[in-house]
């Protein structure tokens, strides 16, 4: 077993904090994810500590990509705790910070399977530097309003400054 350190990649698709475990591929034992990419030549290296590589292209062009995960809990019964994620200085972030091509370091546990492949395991995240998700900035507008919150009992859904209650369709040819 070996405590390896995977450098300057891009993050995504980051599911790292406690009951945001992904569950799509194992539903009876949920596991922690991220994805790491990278624009430089690092198949090999990858491989070689036990990661499972594949090459993509978008707009940019090629980059290497591997999804690395940790499972909630071990096949001999052992629970797991989330992967630790840190910003730059060592002190704790939020996982939900994480993703969207944010840049940074990821620790891994390699290892030698029953069947003789090594495999690699999700340890920690260290982020260096965050990018923030873009948030369909072309089809909202800032509001004159803070959020509000609603109570749990509201059966009713009020847009704002509408006093009805009820939404209306601005326009019957609408698709929305």
Do not use: C
Request: glycine share 8%; charged share 30%; no cysteine.
């Amino acid at each position: 077993m070996a405590k390896l350190r995977v450098d300057g990649v891009e993050l995504w698709y980051a599911r790292l904090d406690e009951g945001e475990q992904e569950n799509r591929f194992e539903p009876t034992n949920p596991n922690w994810s991220i994805q790491i990419r990278s624009r430089v030549a690092k198949k090999a290296a990858w491989e070689a500590m036990g990661l499972s590589t594949h090459l993509e292209e978008d707009d940019k062009g090629t980059y290497i990509r591997a999804n690395i995960r940790r499972k909630a809990v071990l096949l001999d019964g052992t629970t797991m705790t989330p992967p630790r994620v840190v910003d730059s200085r060592l002190k704790p972030l939020l996982g939900k910070t994480v993703g969207w091509g944010s840049i940074g370091n990821v620790g891994i546990t390699s290892k030698e399977s029953k069947d003789g492949v090594l495999r690699a395991m999700l340890d920690s995240v260290q982020v260096t530097a965050i990018r923030a998700p873009q948030l369909a900035a072309e089809i909202f507008e800032v509001l004159d309003q803070d959020t509000i919150v609603l109570e749990d009992d509201a059966d009713e859904f009020t847009a704002i400054g509408d006093t009805s209650g009820k939404l209306e369709v601005a326009d019957e040819d609408s698709k929305y």
